[in-house]
């Protein structure tokens, strides 16, 4: 199973980035995707979410500038970042939660977002 993140770079403010997570050994369409990050000296954070019928929920943080997307067909989920200010540093991870006889949490490696000028 792996989740591989990637997209991230540096960007000045009010720019844009998209990120993109691959998955690879799970049923994807089974799973809800989510991203999270974690800026330094931080906890990690939520940042949205996509379930699997497609309904999406953003952090108040993010919310009118950054939207989740996924298409099941690629595995991959995606997060379109508008706006980008220098808060939104952070390494930012992708997460899919697969449901079936078990329900499993995978974690990709993470990509870094750098927003300074």
């Known amino acids: 199973v792996q989740l591989q993140a990637f997209g991230g770079g540096l960007v000045q403010p009010g720019g844009f980035l998209r990120l993109s997570c691959a998955a690879s050994g799970i049923i994807f369409s089974s799973s809800d995707a989510s991203w999270y990050r974690q800026a330094p000296g931080k906890q990690r954070e939520w940042v949205a979410t996509?379930?699997?019928?497609?309904?999406?929920n953003h952090a108040g943080s993010v919310k009118g500038r950054f939207t989740i997307s996924r298409d099941d067909a690629k595995n991959t989920v995606y997060l379109q970042m508008n706006v980008l200010k220098p808060e939104d540093t952070a390494v930012y991870y992708c997460?899919?939660?697969?449901?079936?006889?078990?329900?499993?949490?995978?974690w990709g490696q993470g990509t870094l977002v750098t927003v300074s000028s």
């Open positions: 997460n899919a939660v697969q449901y079936g006889p078990e329900i499993r949490n995978y």
């Open positions: 996509i379930i699997r019928g497609g309904s999406t």
